[in-house]
């Protein structure tokens, strides 16, 4: 069973370059979301959503964008990096979120220079 | 806004110990509280949930509580292995659906 997969593993940009983040499942879930995180800080919300054509803002929106074309896929762009996006993403998708644990992937470790 | 918070940040026992990760949270307009395992370098795996309407659930050796009251949840480890070491992590669903994350007690089991 594949879940939650999650590419790259790890990237390195430069600043001012943009990349996406890319997440899929396979497992028919409707929500999905994407956190980072950080040393001290834990695992803060990006972006969520709660079926394809719908997503919304989590604690730490800014300069990252999402889109939910199907229920598949869930990717996560950065605009133009700047060092403090340097994290750990994380991305995950529950059938729901009132009774439905959340599936999480490995990550993607990403260092902005 | 939702807080959550986990006490102790790190804890080290010796092999066969019973423990107890503590998890607290300000808001207790919930739809339930989990409790995550991370190991280094890896994703986090979901080991219990608790609706807003349980007072517990059990897997195996972990048993997790609830008191919605009061804002607390506890993690019961039985019998600690040394497998058991990595990062815990709890975490409440709210009435928007969004997941709060503590920051984690970091478990090490001693052989």
């Known amino acids: 069973n594949a879940g939650v997969t999650q590419t790259p593993k790890f990237q390195v940009l430069k600043t001012g370059q943009s990349m996406t983040l890319q997440c899929a499942q396979d497992?028919?879930?409707?929500?999905m979301s994407w956190y980072r995180q950080d040393p001290g800080m834990g695992l803060r919300l990006i972006h969520y959503?709660?079926?394809?054509?719908?997503?919304d803002q989590g604690e730490v929106p800014n300069g990252y964008n999402v889109s939910r074309s199907t229920t598949e896929d869930f990717p996560l762009r950065l605009l133009s990096a700047a060092p403090s996006q340097t994290s750990v993403y994380f991305c995950?998708?529950?059938?729901?979120?009132?009774?439905?644990?959340?599936?999480f992937g490995d990550g993607t470790r990403l260092s902005i220079l | 806004k939702q807080e959550v918070t986990q006490i102790p940040a790190a804890l080290s026992v010796p092999e066969g110990e019973n423990l107890v990760l503590n998890c607290s949270f300000t808001?207790?307009?919930?739809?339930?509280l989990q409790w995550f395992r991370q190991d280094p370098g890896k994703g986090l795996t979901s080991l219990l949930l608790?609706?807003?309407?349980?007072r517990e659930q059990t897997s195996g050796r972990l048993n997790a509580s609830l008191d919605k009251s009061s804002g607390r949840s506890t993690l019961y480890i039985a019998a600690s292995q040394p497998g058991d070491s990595a990062t815990y992590l709890c975490?409440?669903?709210?009435?928007?659906?969004?997941?709060?994350f503590g920051q984690g007690t970091t478990l090490q089991v001693k052989p």
């Open positions: 959503s709660v079926g394809a054509g719908i997503t």
């Open positions: 995950a998708s529950a059938g729901g979120f009132d009774n439905q644990p959340q599936h």
């Open positions: 608790i609706q807003s309407s349980q």
């Open positions: 975490a409440v669903t709210g009435n928007t659906g969004k997941l709060i």
């Open positions: 497992m028919n879930h409707e929500y």
């Open positions: 808001d207790s307009a919930i739809y339930n």
